[in-house]
């Protein structure tokens, strides 16, 4: 098997270059002549680089043989970007283009750089003349700032001598440098002015911000930014990864009702988003059927993370996806030994949470064994309560499953408008329940409406639900879809149709705009106002002109940034310091190429679950991945002298944390448990680009309990040339 081809192709045109791809070509199905021979053309992308081509043939009578060979695509004239690979709101860059003049003669060249999210420190910087002499290669640099209020970056690239030429376009995403203020009010009247007063901040304290009114006849209005959390979450465990997949089925299940404010849902996406889901979640999976965080070889499994993702699975098949039923069916196996388990590693809690999964999906748990845990019914936290109520009303035991959820309001405040839960989430000793005091509340409210739907407290606390949210979704995931479940389960005991509406909205004097409402598409209206055109510092009436019958809800939210280009760190029940400092002489003082080791260093004075650290990177840096085959190896007996010394186990975090991921744009570590202590984590980034980034702070966090955090301190960083 052998190829016969040009070692080299010079690529004619790439003036604004796009169409660049890491794979050209994939064909499994080529045919050749009765000579064993097959002629391919391939138009090769505008990438300047070696292709690795493979062939592997195969006969009727199972022979097989294979080929390899390189092709490379290249230009005389050839632009190459130095940038970094994201940036912040007001970074200083010295960008760069690197120049190749491969042709026979010195040329001068007319070297530029356009785009948008930026701009030049000078203009002097845009386009500039440079001689190259003939076989080298020089670097043009371009000085920008980016700008405060860019969401990304384009850049355009170009170098002319007059008779070659060579472009690259490329874009880059920008994070703000902000701390973003969010006030929000939810309800719904069917009058013209509900009980609402707004008052605006001044332009000294919110320079920028807009009032949004969200608009619909279905309190499914508020369900669309709770999807769009879930979907981009940046992080991606066992929980979170069902959590998306149970936010994915509910997106399918409303795209006939065009939720939202696109209107139209791409269902392709989704479901392509679904199966990818399932796929994930099956890697989670340990021996003994059981589901662990993130699957390393340290996970262990959780009884009630079990149960989660188990359920989601089944919703899954139930809505027509391709599920392996024997991941299932281990994970069944592995439930049923939970409820009937007496270990001291099995609470209550887990007990109660596998039973009642099982019998939602229709799965064999006997009355006896509800028994049983009914007897524990002192040790039981409120929402084991819940759980083990709705259980009992499966089994049509109704006047049980009442008394349970009348032992559950004795947590519930109630006040004229709203109700919610807050009081202890969990027993001691069931913190893998991922519950936080919103998730529970929306469990309340999901057992009320199934076991006493009449009560007068359950209006009031999907109310207090609504209230509960910041940025339109829960405190975490688990309690994010939760929250969403309840509130569709709502939706469909109590919403009907209504005529179409037309909604005229106001605050004060200030008209916002109109939008048309029907109940039978459940469409919501969007209406956006820039803080600038309201008035400021006073309170004024949230009001509505319409015309039509039935229910309006409303979802309000003023949301605006300060500045923070100096943040000061802060500490609420852990605490994390940032430390940098050069691997050796010559990478002081810091510049592009210079090598750093950075050490966090966490202190938890208490035992925390679940705990999340993330450490982002200024833009300017690359972080070192040691594990990788073409790292510098020789730096992890060197830099990091610490990181696999045995003899510090109790205090290095390596040892605690199961999970470690390395991005463009941070450090995350995840660990299951941490005792109280001191811990340090060290790792190596690399000085890639020269300017002056913002360095946002490190943050240490429980997943499930995010009150308990620290945040360390962030602030410009100068990296020389």
Same mark, same amino acid.
Request: net charge neutral.
């Given at each position: 098997?052998?190829?016969?081809?040009?070692?080299?192709?010079?690529?004619?045109?790439?003036? !604004?270059?796009?169409?660049?791809?890491?794979?050209?070509?994939?064909?499994?199905?080529?045919?050749?002549?009765?000579?064993?021979?097959?002629?391919?053309?391939?138009?090769?992308?505008?990438?300047?680089?070696? !292709?690795?081509?493979? &062939?592997?043939?195969?006969?009727?009578?199972? *022979?097989? $043989?294979?080929?390899?060979?390189?092709?490379?695509? /290249?230009?005389?004239?050839?632009?190459?970007?130095?940038?970094?690979?994201?940036?912040?709101?007001?970074?200083?860059?010295?960008?760069?283009?690197?120049?190749?003049?491969?042709?026979?003669?010195? %040329?001068?060249?007319?070297? =530029?750089?356009?785009?948008?999210?930026?701009?030049?420190?000078?203009?002097?910087?845009?386009?500039?003349?440079?001689?190259?002499?003939? &076989?080298?290669?020089?670097?043009?640099?371009?000085?920008?700032?980016?700008?405060?209020?860019?969401?990304?970056?384009?850049?355009?690239?170009?170098?002319?001598?007059?008779?070659?030429?060579?472009?690259?376009?490329?874009?880059?995403?920008?994070?703000?440098?902000?701390?973003? /203020?969010?006030?929000?009010?939810?309800?719904?009247?069917?009058?013209?002015?509900?009980?609402?007063?707004?008052?605006?901040?001044?332009?000294?304290?919110?320079?920028?911000?807009?009032?949004? #009114?969200?608009?619909?006849?279905?309190?499914?209005?508020?369900?669309?930014?709770?999807? +769009?959390?879930?979907?981009?979450?940046?992080?991606?465990?066992?929980?979170?990864? =069902?959590?998306?997949?149970?936010?994915?089925?509910?997106?399918?299940?409303?795209?006939?009702?065009?939720?939202?404010?696109?209107?139209?849902?791409?269902?392709?996406?989704?479901?392509?988003?679904?199966?990818? &889901?399932?796929?994930?979640?099956?890697?989670?999976?340990?021996?003994? &059927?059981?589901?662990?965080?993130? $699957?390393?070889? /340290?996970?262990?499994?959780?009884?009630?993370?079990?149960?989660?993702?188990?359920?989601?699975?089944?919703?899954?098949? +139930?809505?027509?996806?391709?599920?392996?039923?024997?991941?299932?069916?281990?994970?069944?196996?592995?439930?049923?030994?939970?409820?009937?388990?007496?270990?001291?590693?099995?609470?209550?809690?887990?007990?109660?949470?596998?039973?009642?999964?099982?019998?939602?999906?229709?799965?064999?748990?006997?009355?006896?064994?509800?028994?049983?845990?009914?007897?524990?019914? =002192?040790?039981?936290?409120?929402?084991?309560?819940?759980?083990?109520?709705?259980?009992?009303?499966?089994?049509?035991?109704?006047?049980?499953?009442?008394?349970?959820?009348?032992?559950?309001?004795?947590?519930?405040?109630?006040?004229?408008? *709203?109700?919610?839960?807050?009081?202890?989430?969990?027993?001691?000793?069931?913190?893998?329940?991922?519950?936080?005091?919103?998730?529970?509340?929306?469990?309340?409210?999901?057992?009320?409406?199934?076991?006493?739907?009449?009560?007068?407290?359950?209006?009031?606390?999907?109310?207090?639900?609504?209230?509960?949210?910041?940025?339109?979704?829960?405190?975490?995931?688990?309690?994010?879809?939760?929250?969403?479940?309840?509130?569709?389960?709502?939706?469909?005991?109590?919403?009907?149709?209504?005529?179409?509406?037309?909604?005229?909205?106001?605050?004060?004097?200030?008209?916002?705009?109109?939008?048309?409402? +029907?109940?039978?598409?459940?469409?919501?209206?969007?209406?956006?106002?820039?803080?600038?055109?309201?008035?400021?510092?006073?309170?004024?009436?949230?009001?509505?002109?319409?015309?039509?019958? $039935?229910?309006?809800?409303?979802?309000?939210?003023?949301?605006?940034?300060?500045?923070?280009?100096?943040?000061?760190?802060?500490?609420?029940?852990?605490?994390?310091?940032?430390?940098?400092?050069?691997?050796?002489?010559?990478?002081?003082?810091?510049?592009? $190429?210079?090598?750093?080791?950075?050490?966090?260093?966490? *202190?938890?004075?208490?035992? %925390?679950?679940?705990?999340? #650290?993330?450490?982002?990177?200024?833009?300017?840096?690359?972080?070192?991945?040691? =594990?990788?085959?073409?790292?510098?190896?020789?730096?992890?007996?060197?830099?990091?002298?610490?990181?696999?010394? !045995?003899?510090? !186990?109790?205090?290095?975090?390596?040892?605690?944390? +199961?999970?470690?991921?390395?991005?463009?744009?941070?450090?995350?570590?995840?660990?299951?448990?941490?005792?109280?202590?001191?811990?340090?984590?060290?790792?190596? #980034?690399?000085?890639?680009?020269?300017?002056?980034?913002?360095?946002?702070?490190?943050?240490?966090?429980?997943?499930?309990?995010?009150?308990?955090?620290?945040?360390?301190?962030?602030?410009?960083?100068?990296?020389?040339?």
């Amino acid at each position: 098997f052998f190829f016969k081809q040009k070692t080299a192709y010079e690529i004619p045109k790439r003036d !604004w270059s796009s169409d660049v791809c890491s794979s050209d070509l994939w064909n499994p199905t080529i045919i050749t002549d009765a000579n064993g021979k097959a002629l391919i053309k391939v138009k090769l992308p505008d990438n300047l680089t070696t !292709w690795n081509v493979l &062939g592997i043939a195969s006969t009727k009578k199972q *022979t097989f $043989g294979a080929g390899y060979t390189t092709v490379l695509s /290249q230009k005389k004239v050839m632009v190459r970007p130095i940038k970094p690979r994201f940036a912040i709101q007001g970074d200083h860059i010295i960008l760069g283009a690197i120049v190749h003049n491969d042709q026979e003669n010195d %040329r001068t060249f007319t070297v =530029s750089l356009k785009g948008n999210g930026f701009r030049f420190t000078s203009e002097k910087s845009a386009t500039q003349l440079v001689h190259i002499p003939a &076989g080298k290669r020089v670097a043009v640099d371009f000085p920008v700032d980016i700008l405060r209020a860019a969401t990304g970056v384009t850049l355009q690239f170009s170098a002319r001598d007059g008779t070659r030429s060579d472009g690259l376009v490329v874009n880059i995403p920008v994070h703000p440098l902000t701390t973003s /203020q969010s006030v929000r009010t939810a309800g719904s009247t069917t009058g013209d002015v509900p009980d609402e007063r707004i008052i605006i901040p001044s332009a000294e304290e919110a320079p920028t911000g807009n009032m949004t #009114v969200s608009l619909a006849s279905s309190m499914l209005v508020y369900l669309h930014d709770a999807i +769009s959390f879930l979907q981009t979450y940046p992080y991606a465990c066992a929980e979170q990864t =069902s959590s998306t997949l149970a936010s994915n089925l509910t997106l399918l299940k409303l795209s006939a009702l065009k939720i939202g404010t696109t209107g139209v849902i791409d269902r392709e996406r989704v479901e392509s988003d679904i199966r990818r &889901g399932i796929q994930r979640l099956y890697t989670f999976q340990i021996p003994g &059927g059981g589901f662990g965080y993130f $699957g390393s070889y /340290q996970s262990r499994a959780y009884p009630t993370l079990t149960a989660y993702v188990y359920d989601s699975l089944q919703r899954a098949k +139930s809505d027509g996806f391709e599920v392996d039923d024997s991941v299932l069916e281990n994970a069944e196996t592995y439930l049923t030994n939970v409820v009937a388990s007496a270990e001291g590693s099995v609470t209550e809690g887990d007990r109660v949470y596998a039973a009642y999964v099982l019998l939602k999906n229709q799965k064999d748990v006997s009355s006896a064994q509800l028994a049983s845990l009914l007897s524990r019914r =002192s040790y039981l936290s409120t929402l084991s309560k819940t759980y083990l109520a709705e259980s009992f009303f499966i089994l049509h035991d109704k006047k049980t499953a009442a008394s349970l959820l009348s032992d559950v309001t004795s947590g519930i405040r109630i006040n004229t408008t *709203t109700a919610h839960f807050e009081a202890r989430v969990t027993a001691p000793n069931e913190y893998g329940s991922m519950a936080t005091n919103q998730g529970v509340t929306a469990r309340i409210a999901s057992a009320m409406m199934v076991i006493d739907p009449k009560n007068p407290i359950l209006p009031k606390l999907i109310r207090g639900m609504l209230e509960q949210r910041e940025d339109g979704h829960w405190d975490t995931t688990q309690s994010t879809v939760l929250s969403m479940n309840t509130l569709l389960a709502y939706v469909g005991m109590t919403e009907k149709s209504t005529d179409a509406m037309t909604v005229e909205a106001m605050i004060g004097d200030t008209t916002l705009g109109k939008a048309l409402l +029907s109940n039978s598409s459940r469409k919501s209206a969007t209406l956006q106002t820039p803080l600038a055109s309201l008035p400021r510092k006073q309170a004024s009436e949230l009001s509505f002109k319409r015309t039509g019958s $039935g229910i309006l809800y409303y979802d309000v939210v003023m949301q605006y940034d300060k500045a923070a280009a100096k943040i000061d760190p802060f500490e609420q029940g852990m605490g994390i310091t940032r430390m940098m400092e050069p691997v050796s002489k010559n990478d002081a003082p810091l510049h592009a $190429g210079s090598t750093m080791k950075v050490t966090l260093t966490m *202190t938890v004075p208490e035992t %925390r679950h679940f705990v999340a #650290v993330e450490s982002p990177l200024p833009a300017g840096f690359e972080a070192i991945d040691v =594990s990788f085959q073409n790292a510098q190896h020789q730096l992890v007996t060197t830099a990091l002298q610490k990181v696999f010394q !045995w003899a510090d !186990w109790s205090s290095n975090a390596i040892w605690r944390f +199961s999970h470690i991921e390395f991005r463009d744009d941070r450090i995350f570590l995840f660990a299951e448990d941490l005792p109280p202590g001191v811990y340090t984590y060290e790792y190596l #980034v690399r000085a890639t680009t020269p300017g002056t980034f913002y360095e946002l702070p490190a943050r240490i966090f429980e997943m499930y309990n995010p009150e308990n955090f620290g945040q360390g301190a962030g602030g410009p960083l100068l990296i020389r040339k």
